[in-house]
């Protein structure tokens, strides 16, 4: 199979749909001839126009409100928020507006719109750049979060996303954008809800989201050497979350660490915890732990930034622990 970069699986799932589609557009900051601050819409204004390859103002709630009437009027926009840090200028338009109005109308107003955004740490970018704030997101019901976790998963969660007549935020990982991965030509969609195991094993869950799901698999190697077999789930969509395969995994292992690098306090590792616990609370040999990012703002120092997120020397060691082999 070929293989594409994470950004290429963005841009390729973005055109294609819209070839397929007339009433998909693409709107944001930067997206027509600078093709993105990340490079990765490079070429779809030139395809497809400037009518349908949009660049605004720098105004977040602006374009955001103009995505959301032109979902409820039968468009189907991409609205790219280019740093997740910046949906904290959408949130009305995002929270309020798209969705709600389904619920509020009684079902005769769809918005059918994808909020594209950024999350995760590492890449210098300071304090007001480098946050994961999904989980603010996957608090409000109304819409749909999804994280993809690798080129594959960034084609097809996208197609489904544009697809979908709900309104969906899509983070993407900004250093994942060059990795490489094998991802189909074929057109195919990865249905919301449907988590990936992405590594088998038989004593203890990993349940990692976006960049944690390589790391995760890099623990789980390091695992191996010490006679652990780490079982590795990629949940794929935060809402809707696939409940019965974190909790079927958790009681085939007895254990379960969860890994997500949005702040830990209050984040989307408390909520799949609880899910576990819930659910294979008989079947757990250990209480399930978390790990996420620090609650601090993310520092500018490469020294310091570094430590703020889960590693996958971290995460070997707090499996390792957890199956009382520390």
Same mark, same amino acid.
């Given at each position: ?6 950004g ?5 799932a973005?055109?294609e ?8 557009f ?29 660049d ?9 409100g ?16 280019m ?16 969705a ?5 109308s ?32 996957s ?8 994280l ?39 057109d ?6 449907? #988590?990936? =195991? +992405? /590594?088998a &094993?038989?004593?203890?869950?990993? !349940?990692?989201? *976006?960049s944690?799901v ?29 409940k ?11 254990r ?20 576990i ?8 040999? #250990?209480? =399930? +732990? /978390?790990? &996420?990012?620090?609650?601090?703002? !993310?520092?500018? *120092? ?9 590693s ?12 009382g082999?520390?």
């Amino acid at each position: 199979m070929r293989e594409l970069t994470y950004g290429d699986a963005v841009k390729e799932a973005i055109a294609e749909e819209m070839r397929r589609d007339p009433r998909v557009f693409l709107i944001g900051e930067d997206v027509a001839e600078a093709g993105h601050p990340f490079k990765t819409l490079v070429g779809l204004v030139q395809e497809f126009g400037t009518d349908r390859v949009i660049d605004t103002p720098i105004s977040e709630p602006g374009y955001a409100g103009i995505g959301v009437g032109a979902a409820m009027t039968g468009m189907r926009p991409v609205v790219d928020v280019m740093f997740g840090d910046f949906i904290t200028l959408t949130m009305d338009q995002m929270v309020n507006q798209a969705a709600k109005a389904y619920y509020m109308s009684g079902g005769k107003i769809k918005v059918p719109i994808v909020f594209r955004t950024t999350l995760g740490a590492t890449r210098r970018s300071a304090a007001q750049h480098s946050q994961s704030l999904h989980a603010w997101v996957s608090h409000i019901p109304g819409l749909k979060v999804a994280l993809p976790s690798g080129p594959y998963e960034a084609k097809g969660l996208m197609k489904t996303a544009i697809r979908d007549d709900s309104p969906v935020v899509i983070f993407e990982d900004k250093m994942m954008y060059r990795v490489k991965g094998p991802v189909p030509a074929e057109d195919y969609t990865i249905p919301f809800g449907v #988590a990936d =195991v +992405k /590594r088998a &094993g038989k004593d203890i869950t990993i !349940v990692a989201t *976006s960049s944690m799901v390589p790391v995760a698999l890099g623990a789980a190697k390091m695992l191996d050497e010490v006679g652990i077999g780490a079982e590795v789930i990629d949940p794929r969509t935060t809402f809707p979350l696939d409940k019965d395969a974190l909790i079927a995994s958790a009681k085939k292992t007895s254990r379960a660490l969860v890994v997500d690098e949005g702040y830990e306090r209050y984040g989307v590792t408390a909520e799949i915890a609880s899910v576990i616990a819930e659910g294979a609370f008989y079947h757990l040999d #250990a209480p =399930v +732990k /978390r790990m &996420g990012a620090m609650d601090v703002p !993310v520092p500018f *120092s490469p020294v310091l930034e570094d430590l703020t997120v889960p590693s996958e020397k971290t995460v070997f060691d707090a499996a390792k622990a957890l199956c009382g082999k520390a």
